[in-house]
């Protein structure tokens, strides 16, 4: 199933949005390092700088964008609290900025997200309302229900203040290792590779910006090739970060214009990549935080003896999840 | 069984030499990070600071005693080359430091020691040669190997450089955070902690040092108790890099000297400890490197509204064999 969308809207995101989405998430969002591998490069031939945003609050990128999006809200907005759908760190996300911004939180989470992502938003403090993947849509759901509690939405990626918070991953990110030729994304809604490709417009405009989806949910790999916004059924992959059915009307436009090429890696590459980070790098990283290392590592981008930038978008993943899937 | 041993020897480690093997050090072993976890707080009630060694070089502390140690050999002896023997992280040690030094490396270890360890250590380019633990003694069989082709031996714990080499991991934890009311580490032989505890005397002489075994090769804590060596049969844990039979004499001598006191936890704990690293922190750490952690998270010690310091001393496991443990 492909639908085409209205003509993209004009990019509604500035450099000096991220900037001072920077500022203001300073004192709460760590600011994640970049790490290096010695047997990575030597895998595949580049210098590659991993920015680990698996060591960001709540485990993901997705605090910077929430936060930026719910600090920026109206005294009324933050009293009548916000609402948002989630497969599971954007949850998280929104829990922990109400939690820390005095605003209530009610979150839509698919049934089956994985229990570490449930918890923790739970925990947070959020009201997790949970919905059948298969059989609802979690827009319709969200719509009606911010409408009859008056609730305001922050949406997981489709919103301006959103993609200026994820940007700001690429601006530490190019701070610290100087200008890179290519900077490589994994794209789920596309906020995170949206926000960094701006960015690196601004730090380093003759960066590749490359993004990499799972195989199953290559919406934005099609819509990057058709030049148009093509929407799939719900994809079946172990990347859950990276399951929508869409990029957005924001992150489409943004992409088109900004983003130099899209490819996609089967899901077992991801455990490969997961394999690698765990036993050489020590690091634990999520199904979605893995795109962007499979990529290089089954050699779908031409990597050699360049600089390189990779994100790591986060590590949530239960031990008995990342247990069977090593077993597989 | 336990056997008495001839009265210890005089500590043969200084402050300034942990200092020189610093220095030494620099170029080539990774300063560590130390991490921090809001949520390692909220359970503990105490502000801890973990010094993580899963991030250096071999994944484990061991690069700086190995190092230490074959950096200071006579020319002679390093023409003719190094032996040594260890369940695995001192193995892979050896070989790396041998690979940057140039000197050749022969390398004892149990048939059953982790797939990684091995691996690893034959990819440094060591020769290795495998034993039963259960049958041969490694120490005997290293002693007529040495002699055989000449080799010098370097042992994993029981030597003066080796421990100067390890005692540098407190350095820089101390030099980071300054004074602690307390430095928890994990016990195999008692290199690490024997090192850790002739710095914590000199850069915080109040800062008690406990140490931590697997209560399956509990040989130091009746050493400590016994205030005389105590050798056991060879344990059974999940912690292979503390399943030694017994201290060595001089690390004995100055367990006995400057640890305040020594504790033990069961397997079960060390799994918990994994997941926690895993779920929470986002890093790999394998059971020998969860003791110290996993005495707090069973409240072996007393830890509330103390600032404490945590060795992670290495990350060298198995997915498959992290998958398992995460399964029992």
């Known amino acids: 199933m492909t639908n085409q969308s209205p003509s993209a809207p004009p990019v509604a995101v500035t450099y000096a949005d991220i900037a001072s989405a920077s500022e203001r998430l300073a004192p709460v969002a760590n600011r994640t390092p970049v790490l290096t591998s ?73 049934k089956d997200a994985p229990r570490l992502k449930l918890n923790a938003t739970r925990a947070y403090g959020a ?38 918070g994820q940007g700001t991953v690429a601006k530490e990110l190019l701070e610290k290792t100087g200008p890179l030729d ?45 030049g148009k916004l ?9 990347a859950d970060g990276a399951s929508t059915n869409s990029l957005g009307e924001h992150t489409f436009a943004i992409i088109h214009s900004l983003v130099t090429d899209m490819v996609s890696v089967p899901d077992a590459a991801l455990v490969r990549a997961m394999r690698f980070f765990f036993e050489r790098m020590k690091i634990v990283v999520e199904p979605t935080g893995s795109l962007a290392a499979a990529a290089l590592m089954e050699e779908k981008i031409q990597a050699r003896n360049k600089r390189i930038g990779v994100i790591i978008s986060g590590g949530n993943v239960d031990a008995e999840r990342f247990a069977s899937l090593m077993q597989t």
Do not use: W
């Open 38 to 110: 010695r047997a990575f490069n030597t895998i595949t031939g580049a210098e590659v700088f991993f920015k680990a945003e698996n060591f960001q609050r709540v485990g993901a990128f997705k605090f910077r964008g929430a936060y930026n999006a719910m600090s920026r809200l109206s005294p009324d907005e933050k009293t009548r609290g916000v609402l948002t759908f989630s497969s599971g760190n954007h949850a998280q996300a929104t829990a922990l900025a109400g939690k820390l911004l005095g605003v209530s939180t009610t979150i839509i989470m698919p």
């Open 127 to 164: 009201d997790v309302i949970l919905y059948d993947r298969s059989e609802e849509s979690r827009e319709a759901l969200a719509n009606e229900l911010a409408q009859e509690r008056n609730l305001t939405i922050i949406p997981p990626f489709d919103h301006p203040h959103v993609i200026a």
């Open 182 to 226: 290519m900077l490589i994304v994994c794209v789920g809604g596309g906020g995170l590779i949206s926000g960094c490709a701006i960015t690196a417009r601004e730090l380093a405009p003759h960066c590749k910006i490359i993004g990499v989806e799972p195989d199953a949910g290559n919406d934005g790999v099609q819509s990057f090739r058709a």
């Open 230 to 238: 093509i929407r799939i059924d719900t994809p079946n992959t172990i």
